[in-house]
């Protein structure tokens, strides 16, 4: 690995050079290329962690452009995934980038997060997050949960058993239909808290609670909460969405 490339981030004491050998050998994978997803794929890229699975079957829209950097006209009509896959590769040709061209389902999800250690939620409904959520405490992979609405983004880092799960805080996180609504600027730097997120996890360190930050207030906030105990999924493995 050509260390030059991380030299200005190994010597930021909270990474160091010791942190940086430690992500290029981790795996992540991303589920979902939207708006989050492509973001965070790309920071985790430029950060060097050693390989990147992105899962996602949709093409590229031109409603897609106002919210991501690495997409442009030109890509519009092509599936997200292979563009992910070339345009990150010629980011960092040190680490390997796949894009997996499927829909996360209960059928494929095992298969999908097999030999990762962390997975990063990129989706936009709570009906596979949750089916992340099972997954997750199902095989004791940690993942974190994000989401953007108007111009609230909130993320919380899942570590099975230790942290509360998605379920234990549901009622949290009201269920939106139709078409949401996202200040464009909002996805870049919710996916760099959840990227923060992730590395920290990569490299052992303890993680804070649910984060909401509103990027028009300027607001933010660090929720403590606590696991549920009667949860149906991280308590009772009831695995619903498997
Ligand atoms: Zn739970």
Redesign the pocket.
Known sequence: MNMQRYQRQIIVPELSEDGQNILSRRHVVVIGGGGLGRNSSEILTRLGVGRIDIVDDDLVELSNLHRTSIFNEEDVGRFKCQILEEKLQKINSEITIKGVKQRVTKENVQSIIKNVDIILDGTDNMQTRFLINDVS?KNDIPWIYAGVYSTIGMVMGIIPKQT?????ISQSIPEKTGEIPVLGNLTSITASIQCTKAIKLLLGKQLSGLIIYDIWKQQFEQMKIQ??PT?G???KEIFEFL
């Open positions: 405490i509360p799960c998605l379920k234990c696991r549920n949860c999924c991280c308590e």
